[in-house]
């Protein structure tokens, strides 16, 4: 047996808290050691359409992750905590910094009819092109647009608006301020100037006194001494504003290259490449966020990724998660499609579980079979769920290679671990994929960052280097089998005319 590897001298810790859980990863600089804490929590649904998180769930699973991943590094020195935070929630505070709201997150509907009005006022446009935010119910501006249209008392009261980022930070420095990768994601933005933009602000209808101050990426704080204490450091630890957990992915994937676009898969997707200045594809189709001050990601995200296996799990196949409750109740579910050949005997699925953005960016277009007939098992509909998320994420590839083109793919993400995600991504995408740790990605992002501001690399390619990420890959992409390959290209050709089909039966159903 190989003794286990001894804990460095000094540590870094990446906080990654997403949609459904807190991962708090220990690297040490210059060593293949790592830590890895995860916690999870529910993303709850109060009410069709809302989609919502509870922050002091939120704040107790970062507070057990970090303090268990400070205690897994105990004898070692943790230089600082480098924060990354999913994009695009939205949450009041009053004056004495209480929550008004839970966080209304990205999956959340309830603006949709704010972000209509905002494009049949012809205003997406613009919207999109000074702000790099498509106009869609998941963005702080129509979430904002819509609490002052219906939640009046809410909006008199909040001091602060405020998404996950900011509610980190201000628990663990006592600061409430934003940075610039968290504020690209609001759609208040102007990308040009780098600082809230006017007429977004004015669109939304807030005071821009009650928005965070923005800082750079690399802004570091003292760790309060609260903080400090429940986590079990010194106060005073450096604390890294950090990014938002997308354009993190690249960079803890070593997706930084021309030509390279990083692929993440968890409880939602997205598709993204490095740029060295804000741009938006003509067609409004594709986001534009901030890493740091000059290297921005564009690309596009779907809202229906890793979760569509847990809803599967919950409708179709109970029994077998049940059974699974003590282990892993998606491997099991997914055990289901290994005897279901690629293509799924013609069963397709739209996965639009939740309202989705990329690439329709149509909150309102629903989800469904299509194809279903006798012959077909639980198998079927649970491979076609599979099948249906990976068609999606090549249809925003496919958009990006228009804007940049796209030679490889770099992929990380929970969703891995099973085989089933890794052939079919690899065999749908059409371009050699690499499939990171899944223990590195967004969180090994955020401690590279962190080396940055901390004076502690020359440059983020430096900083990636001492976390063990190459610019190139170190191994051999996922093998893809060329007749599931072929399924697929089918599969995807057909996407358009199923989507118009699809739109056709809504209006006609919304008619009567």
């Not at 963005?139 to 009046?152: D, G, T, V």
């Not at 204490?229 to 992915?249: F, H, K, R, S």
């Amino acid at each position: 047996m190989t003794p286990p590897e001894p804990v460095p001298a000094q540590v870094i810790v990446g906080l990654d808290v997403g949609t459904t859980g807190v991962k708090a990863s220990a690297f040490a600089p210059g060593s293949s050691w790592r830590c890895t804490i995860v916690h999870e929590y529910p993303l709850l649904q109060p009410a069709p359409r809302r989609h919502v998180q509870d922050p002091d769930a939120i704040l107790g699973a970062a507070r057990k992750a970090l303090g268990e991943c400070v205690a897994a590094a105990s004898g070692a020195e943790v230089i600082g905590v480098s924060v990354s935070a999913g994009m695009h929630g939205l949450l009041a505070l009053d004056a004495d910094g209480r929550p008004l709201t839970p966080l209304v997150t990205w999956a959340d509907a309830r603006a949709r009819g704010e972000a209509r009005a905002l494009r049949d006022e012809g205003r997406a446009g613009e919207l999109h092109a000074r702000t790099g935010v498509p106009v869609h119910s998941m963005a702080p501006l129509a979430k904002l647009r819509w609490f002052a249209h219906n939640e009046p008392a809410v909006w008199q009261g909040a001091r602060w608006w405020i998404g996950l980022k900011e509610l980190l930070l201000r628990w663990l420095t006592g600061e409430v301020v934003t940075e610039l990768s968290s504020a690209s994601g609001t759609g208040l933005l102007d990308m040009a100037s780098r600082s809230w933009s006017s007429e977004a602000v004015a669109l939304a209808g807030v005071d821009p006194d009650r928005l965070p101050p923005i800082v750079a990426t690399t802004a570091t704080f003292p760790m309060a001494a609260g903080a400090a204490g429940e986590i079990g450091l010194p106060a005073g630890t450096p604390v890294v504003a950090g990014a938002a957990d997308g354009p993190l992915g690249n960079l803890g994937t070593g997706a930084m290259l021309p030509g390279v676009a990083g692929l993440s898969l968890g409880t939602s997707g997205a598709v993204r490449t490095v740029v060295d200045r804000p741009q938006v594809d003509a067609d409004g189709g594709l986001f534009c966020y901030a890493l740091t001050d000059d290297l921005w990601v564009v690309g596009g995200a779907i809202s229906n990724g890793g979760s569509v296996v847990r809803w599967a799990a919950e409708s179709l196949a109970p029994d077998i998660a049940r059974a699974a409750a003590g282990s892993d109740p998606d491997a099991a579910v997914l055990a289901l499609a290994d005897a279901v050949p690629p293509g799924s005997d013609g069963l397709v699925m739209l996965p639009y579980l939740l309202p989705e953005r990329a690439p329709l960016w149509d909150p309102d277009v629903p989800g469904a079979y299509l194809g279903l007939r006798g012959g077909h098992t639980r198998g079927h509909l649970v491979r076609a769920a599979v099948e249906g998320v990976c068609v999606q994420l090549r249809v925003v590839l496919d958009g990006l290679a228009r804007v940049a083109p796209v030679t490889t793919v770099r992929a990380t993400g929970g969703v891995f671990r099973n085989a089933i995600w890794r052939d079919v991504v690899a065999a749908v995408i059409g371009r050699p994929v690499h499939v990171g740790d899944s223990a590195g990605g967004t969180a090994l992002g955020a401690a590279a960052l962190g080396l940055l501001a901390l004076d502690r690399a020359t440059s983020l390619a430096d900083a990636t280097a001492q976390l063990g990420v190459s610019p190139e890959p170190t191994g051999p992409p996922v093998a893809v089998d060329p007749a599931a390959a072929a399924a697929y290209d089918e599969l995807r050709r057909s996407v358009g005319g199923i989507l118009d089909a699809l739109d056709r039966a809504a209006r006609l159903i919304d008619s009567e």
